[in-house]
């Protein structure tokens, strides 16, 4: 079978499953600190995975993800002075999405779908894809592009089965229990449970201030402490976020 990975797709298997009018996902991650325990490259690893999940439905292909994120704010990702953390202008990201729509709108793809997995991205991508669809939005056969955090897909009863609650602070969740225990789930090898230490959560104001105050973040980077994280969590996670997202991207590019 082929893969449903455009990186290892060849240029004709690509083209073929375009013209199938296969939807496009693209993760679009970040390269940030995520405390004592976990790689800088998580907000990559959960996107590109929630994504696979979505194109083993079939109908989809999965697009090499982007790696650097807009700048890491002190209430959702700890800030930009941890060593480690390698952030974008608004405007590299900008046009990093914007060009690549641009190329995968040549190659005949008519439904294109972000998957953000970084907080600080978003209204950064949402620009991305306004520009993109402003630039072809006079295509006979339609595009539709799509930007979204994967967290917000978190349905009512995981949140309530895993948090107790349905209000769910995220910016405190920056490598904290969601992340930690989907990281557990899928690459167990680069979790360091033991290195964590049980700390109060993040006092950063719901403001921000220039310079910032990083004497509120927690000095190890984990903006609310995961020790409650586990594999298990982390597969129920996943499968939440895929069952979800596969629903809304039906709905979003059904042309019935
Ligand atoms: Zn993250
Ligand atoms: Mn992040």
Redesign the pocket.
Known sequence: MTSFRMTEMTWLEYRDAIARGATLLVPVG?T?Q?GPHLPLS??VI?PTAVCEGVAEGGGYLVAPPLAYGYKSMPRS?GGQHFPGTTSLDAASLIAQVKDISREFVRHGVRNIAFIV???ENLWHVSEGCDLAYRENAHLADGLRILNVGYWQFLPAETATAIFGTTQIDWDL???GIM?TSMMLHLRPDLVHMERLVEHAPSRVPGYELWPHDIEAVPSDGVLNTATAATADKGKQFLDAYVSSLTQALKQAFDRT
């Open positions: 970040a940030e995520h998580v907000d959960l990702g997995g970084h907080t969740e920056h490598a992340e």
